[in-house]
């Protein structure tokens, strides 16, 4: 049995405490909001949280602004050193690079570890992993990262847990207008729809955005679009991510369009009344013709 703390009890950091507290271990819930804290059974208030005989601590945060405050208003004070610290939250590399270094300065093992997967992958420990940190750092995390994950990779040093979410992060969010844009065409085109989906399902037009957030209502019944557009995944997720895939590619230079239309794009939307939407609600506003966004 593993002593952890999980500091977020968010859409994947409550699934993810609740899978960790089933496999047996000691699990401390810790989030500033009393309606978070209501779903995790014990769960504190941060100002409460006493993290001393905490073997791990795991932070799923919206934003590194968030984590870097946790981590100075709370974790390195409060943790013992030798603690684990897993940061799950999907932040830019600079500030997780800017978490390593603090916590190494404490003796703390740090290692930024966002996940790809969504609610039900977090309770079910079927995630997927993109590791930055020490070989050192992650070794220690492994049997964690393994509780919660079926795919664990180690892309590299402090950051590259990150880069590499930034780059899957991109990809998912320009075929995402792929599809949406594709299914626009064909219903302007008063193509059926059903065959229209059944056709790019068996083809190269495939993926994984494709079957899991097919924009019409009714062919795909576990999609977003057949439930209100209820998010999996929200538009205001989407555009945050997108927005740290162009920041990424800012700092190195690598000049990426095509992502950057998807950014703006999911930006516009999510800055709507629809933002709390999953992303492919947005297939609604490519129908009722807005203007497509430019890139900046």
């Known amino acids: ?33 009393a309606q978070a804290r209501s779903r995790f059974e014990g769960a504190c208030a941060p100002e409460d949280a006493d993290l001393s005989g905490m073997e791990v601590v795991i932070t799923m945060l919206p934003e590194g602004k968030h984590v870097r405050d946790t981590y100075t208003g709370l974790i390195l004070d409060r943790a013992a050193a030798g603690t684990v610290l897993i940061d799950c939250s999907t932040i830019d590399v600079d500030t997780a690079r800017e978490l390593n270094r603090m916590a190494a300065q404490r003796s703390l093992p ?21 590791v930055g940190g020490s070989d050192r750092d992650v070794a220690r995390a492994w049997p964690v990262l393994e509780l919660l994950g079926k795919k664990i990779n180690h892309f590299g040093p402090p950051g590259a847990g990150q880069a590499a979410k930034a780059c899957h992060n991109m990809i998912c969010g320009i075929t995402a207008m792929a599809v949406l844009e594709g299914f626009a065409l064909a219903e302007a085109m008063n ?10 399902a068996g083809a190269a037009a495939q993926s994984w955005t494709l079957e899991n957030r097919c924009p019409i209502p009714g062919i795909v019944p576990s999609a977003p679009s057949s439930n209100g557009f209820a998010p999996g ?9 997108l927005r740290l895939a162009q920041a990424a590619a800012r700092s190195s230079g690598q000049t990426t369009p095509f992502g950057a239309l998807a950014a703006n794009a999911f930006t516009d939307f999510a800055d709507g009344a629809d933002g709390g939407l999953d992303f492919s609600a947005y297939y609604r506003t490519l129908r009722t013709g807005a203007p ?4 900046d």
């Open 233 to 241: 995944f929200a538009a205001q997720l989407m555009a945050k991510d």
């Open 110 to 130: 740090q290692i930024d570890a966002p996940v790809s997967g969504g609610p039900q992958a977090a309770g079910s420990g079927t995630l997927s992993f993109m």
């Open 191 to 200: 193509l059926d729809l059903g065959q229209f989906y059944t056709l790019c």
């Open 292 to 295: 497509c966004p430019q890139d």
């Open 1 to 33: 049995m593993t002593t952890l703390a999980v500091i977020g009890l968010g859409a994947m950091g409550l699934p993810m405490a609740r899978h960790l507290a089933a496999c047996g271990n000691a699990v401390l819930g810790v989030d500033g909001s």
